[in-house]
């Protein structure tokens, strides 16, 4: 091949040159198949190739493919965000659209912070988030991220945002177990807010299940519920960044929906164009836009692309797609299948010390010994062995980075596309199961 002008992940990785996808499957340009595990990077939510997709994006690019946001609407962006607003039961009835997650969750803690301003609350501007969490790489998402991974290198940029434990009850930050601990993990965010003032604190962020910080850690029952209401107590606005976890990817159109909690704003990307065009939104209730509404009248953010009708026609098409297929009744299911399946792999390799997730969001952390779930080094040098031993056996899986602390884990995800069948589930594990015997 020609020298590659490409800056890539890693400047002297071969990569393969990918050809074309169909289904759960990318053939490269040796005609070789990847199952794809984690859908790239949990975000190819119905597989590849999907005729209805590509048909509604030739229909829009026909008709036309861009209109700047300030000079036009228009109708594909207008019936996404009402079937946006009809997915949430009309609680988060407003949308605003955005090319990345990053964008999605930096505009989720700008409304914030508008919405108190024009409350009369100008002082009410901190932003609290958690430790072992991702919200983007963009500089003011980065800021809210508790990725110490990916925040050392820009450490003097960042402001220093995350101040909870995680609910990692794998590796309790808090050394107690569920349920005797009281939820204290959520409990402490109320101590956090009285040492840093009500009157001082915007929101709060969170993902629902942590993703690329720790590998689909999922908090115990009540934990949101309990986070919820010590907001609500001291006025703080509660997001849930559902950029991995919405548009189905955990059986719901939200993960919250599964602990019956509703966010003041959520932030959706990734499974929303499912892969077939680059969009995010920033979903926000009536509630937070009521002061916006009766002041400036204008959100102050926005970017060329957002609300662009190729894209917006393109997630709407994917949105009508999952409705049509009825694929989030089936995830419970699949999840349960795939899960059983992997809790199988766990009685084979000892090193596979924990299986949790939610849907089909499924995190396998890795540990040096079992009993003293001992972690592996910071470089995760063991999931990125295994990570390119499958890709070369021909199977996708996504890497949940360690923290730098050495308490947490090293982890893969495993989240394939939602309309995976069961014999794709088990070639998929048989698969995994090979790159383990390598690897072991
Ligand atoms: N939020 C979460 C929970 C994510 O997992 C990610 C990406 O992995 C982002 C935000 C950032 O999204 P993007 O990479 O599209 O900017």
């Not at 003097?156 to 009850?169: A, F, G, H």
Request: net charge negative; charged share 25%.
């Amino acid at each position: 091949m020609q020298q590659s002008h490409l800056i890539k992940p890693l400047l002297d990785a071969d990569y393969p040159l990918a050809d074309h996808g169909k289904g759960i499957f990318i053939y490269d340009s040796d005609g070789k198949d990847y199952l794809d595990a984690c859908s790239g990077a949990v975000t190819a939510n119905i597989g590849h190739g999907m005729k209805e997709i590509i048909d509604a994006i030739q229909k829009q690019a026909e008709k036309i493919a861009f209109v700047y946001r300030s000079q036009f609407t228009n109708e594909a962006a207008e019936k996404l965000s009402s079937l946006l607003a009809e997915k949430t039961d009309n609680h988060l009835n407003w949308t605003f659209f955005v090319n990345s997650g990053s964008e999605a969750t930096e505009t989720a803690i700008k409304i914030a912070l508008q919405h108190w301003l024009e409350k009369g609350k100008p002082k009410k501007t901190k932003v609290l988030s958690r430790w072992m969490s991702y919200h983007g790489i963009t500089l003011g998402a980065l800021s809210m991220s508790g990725h110490s991974v990916r925040r050392e290198k820009f450490t003097s940029l960042l402001e220093d945002w995350p101040v909870l434990e995680p609910p990692y009850c794998y590796r309790c930050p808090y050394g107690k177990e569920f349920p005797t601990c009281g939820l204290h993990c959520a409990a402490h965010l109320e101590t956090v807010i009285n040492r840093v003032g009500a009157d001082q604190v915007a929101c709060l962020i969170v993902e629902p299940v942590v993703g690329a910080a720790g590998g689909a850690i999922t908090p115990p029952d009540g934990y949101y519920e309990k986070l919820k209401s010590i907001c609500e107590k001291y006025e703080i606005l509660f997001i849930a960044d559902e950029v991995m976890t919405g548009c189905g990817r955990t059986g719901a159109m939200l993960a919250l929906d599964h602990w019956g909690v509703k966010p003041d704003i959520a932030a959706l990307g990734k499974g929303l164009g499912a892969g077939y065009a680059p969009i995010a939104a920033t979903m926000v209730s009536d509630k937070v836009m009521e002061p916006i509404q009766n002041g400036t009248k204008s959100i102050m953010s926005g970017h060329t692309f957002s609300a662009n009708p190729l894209s917006c026609a393109t997630a709407l098409a994917v949105l009508q797609l999952i409705d049509s297929e009825d694929l989030l009744s089936k995830v419970e299911e699949k999840a349960n299948y795939l899960q059983k399946k992997l809790k199988k792999l766990q009685s084979e390799f000892s090193f596979i010390g924990d299986i949790r997730g939610k849907g089909l969001l499924i995190g396998m952390e890795f540990v040096k010994g079992i009993e003293a779930k001992e972690p592996f080094p910071r470089e995760f040098i063991f999931t990125s062995k295994l990570i390119s031993i499958a890709q070369k056996n021909g199977l996708l899986l996504y890497p949940a980075a360690a923290g730098l602390d050495g308490r947490h884990g090293d982890a893969i995800i495993i989240a394939p596309p939602l309309n995976i069948t069961e014999d794709e589930m088990d070639e998929l594990c048989k698969r995994l199961r090979e790159a383990l015997l390598e690897l072991n």
